[in-house]
T-cell receptor, first 117, second 114 residues
Framework: EAQVTQNPRYLITVTGKKLTVTCSQNMNHEYMSWYRQDPGLGLRQIYYSMNVEVTDKGDVPEGYKVSRKEKRNFPLILESPSPNQTSLYFC????????????????FGPGTRLTVL | QQQVKQSPQSLIVQKGGISIINCAYENTAFDYFPWYQQFPGKGPALLIAIRPDVSEKKEGRFTISFNKSAKQFSLHIMDSQPGDSATYFCAASRGSGGYQKVTFGTGTKLQVIP
C-alpha cells in the first residue's frame, strides 16, 4: 500500500529535550516536505526536499532541522524544542515531474501531534 | 505575512446548496493552485488543482474559478452534501520543475446541514 508514515503519532516532551519525528514514504517520490498546522494559521511549510541531499527552507524553518540521506526518509529534528513548537505536524511526499502535472498531488502522512511543556 | 488569504473562515450551507470559498494571492510567480480537503484526524488530500493558463476547471461537483488579473481563485462545491463537511485549504506554489515552496491559506471549515 502506497503511504507516508510518521512516528511517533503523539509526543509530549519538555522544553530543551531534543527529539526527532520520522517520516518515510514507499512510493519512490523525489519531493518531500514538512508542515505544521496550527488553528487559524492553516498549514505552514517548514522545510522541503527536492531530492536526496537537496533541502531548502519553507516559510517557518526556525528551530527545526531536516536531513535527506535516503530517498524514502525525511526526518524532522527539533534540537531544543520550545512551547511555541507545540503543533500538529504533517509530512508529505510527491513525485516530481518537469512542469508538475496537475495530478502530482502531495500525499500526506497521518500527522504527529507534538506538545512541548 | 500571509501570501495566500482565504475566506470565509467558516461556512454553513444547506444540503443541495452551493459552497463558495475564496482565495487571493500576492506572488505572481505562483503557477500552481491546488485545493485540499481535510477531515478531522486526517491529513489533507488533494481535491482539485488548476494552472493560471485556464480560467476554470471542473471535476464532478467541484469547480475552481481562476482570475489571473485579480490574483484570485475560488472553489465552488455544487449540490453540497453532508459528506462534504470538512476543512478546505487553498494553496499556491511554483510548480514548474516540480513542487517547490508551497503556501497554504488558513482554511475554511465547511458544515453542510441536512
Amino acid at each position: 500500500e502506497a503511504q507516508v508514515t510518521q512516528n511517533p503519532r503523539y509526543l509530549i516532551t519538555v522544553t530543551g529535550k531534543k527529539l526527532t519525528v520520522t517520516c518515510s514514504q514507499n512510493m519512490n517520490h523525489e519531493y518531500m516536505s514538512w508542515y505544521r498546522q496550527d488553528p487559524g494559521l492553516g498549514l505552514r511549510q517548514i522545510y522541503y526536499s527536492m531530492n536526496v541531499e537537496v533541502t531548502d527552507k519553507g516559510d517557518v524553518p526556525e528551530g527545526y532541522k531536516v536531513s535527506r540521506k535516503e530517498k524514502r526518509n525525511f526526518p524532522l529534528i527539533l534540537e531544543s524544542p520550545s512551547p511555541n513548537q507545540t503543533s500538529l505536524y504533517f509530512c508529505a511526499s510527491s513525485p516530481t515531474s518537469g512542469g508538475a502535472d496537475l495530478t502530482d498531488t502531495q500525499y500526506f502522512g497521518p500527522g504527529t501531534r507534538l506538545t512541548v511543556l | 505575512q500571509q501570501q495566500v488569504k482565504q475566506s470565509p473562515q467558516s461556512l454553513i450551507v444547506q444540503k443541495g446548496g452551493i459552497s463558495i470559498i475564496n482565495c487571493a494571492y500576492e506572488n505572481t510567480a505562483f503557477d500552481y493552485f491546488p485545493w485540499y480537503q481535510q477531515f478531522p484526524g486526517k491529513g489533507p488530500a488533494l481535491l482539485i488543482a488548476i494552472r493560471p493558463d485556464v480560467s476554470e476547471k471542473k471535476e464532478g461537483r467541484f469547480t475552481i474559478s481562476f482570475n489571473k488579473s485579480a490574483k484570485q481563485f475560488s472553489l465552488h462545491i455544487m449540490d453540497s452534501q453532508p459528506g462534504d463537511s470538512a476543512t478546505y485549504f487553498c494553496a499556491a506554489s511554483r510548480g514548474s520543475g516540480g513542487y517547490q515552496k508551497v503556501t497554504f491559506g488558513t482554511g475554511t471549515k465547511l458544515q453542510v446541514i441536512p
